[in-house]
């Protein structure tokens, strides 16, 4: 049974950082991402990882602050996230594909986490 499941979230002020973690197991992955939903808006794509971590991907609110990693070791994928805003509140979901997908769309992710809460004070 294939299961993605995202750890560290948190609460934190204004400036401060935190790093997500997604443990897959079950299978590995091609493609493995985050998205993020804040409430009251559309889930939105934050960002994306080959299998080999050479080719990464970012949406427009995640460049220059949010970087993705993996240890394909562990089959865990990591967003590790700097400078962080209020407006980066939102519940985190990792994603995953088992071949390479186009990566900002929500639909080429067959499997999902359960989502982890990260709420940024100001």
């Known amino acids: 049974q294939v299961q993605l499941v995202e750890s560290g979230g948190g609460l934190v002020q204004a400036g401060d950082s935190l790093r997500l973690s997604c443990a897959a197991s079950g299978r590995t992955f091609s493609t493995m991402g985050w998205f993020r939903q804040a409430p009251g808006k559309e889930r939105e794509f934050v960002a994306a990882?080959?299998?080999?971590?050479?080719?990464?991907y970012y949406g427009d609110s995640a460049k220059g602050r949010f970087t993705i990693s993996r240890d394909n070791a562990k089959n865990t994928v990591y967003l590790q996230m700097n400078s962080l805003k209020p407006e980066d509140t939102a519940v985190y979901y990792c994603?995953?594909?088992?071949?390479?997908?186009?990566?900002?769309?929500?639909?080429?992710?067959?499997?999902w986490g359960q989502g982890t809460q990260v709420t940024v004070s100001s």
């Open positions: 990882s080959s299998r080999s971590a050479d080719t990464t």
């Open positions: 994603a995953a594909a088992v071949r390479a997908v186009p990566v900002r769309t929500q639909a080429n992710y067959p499997y």
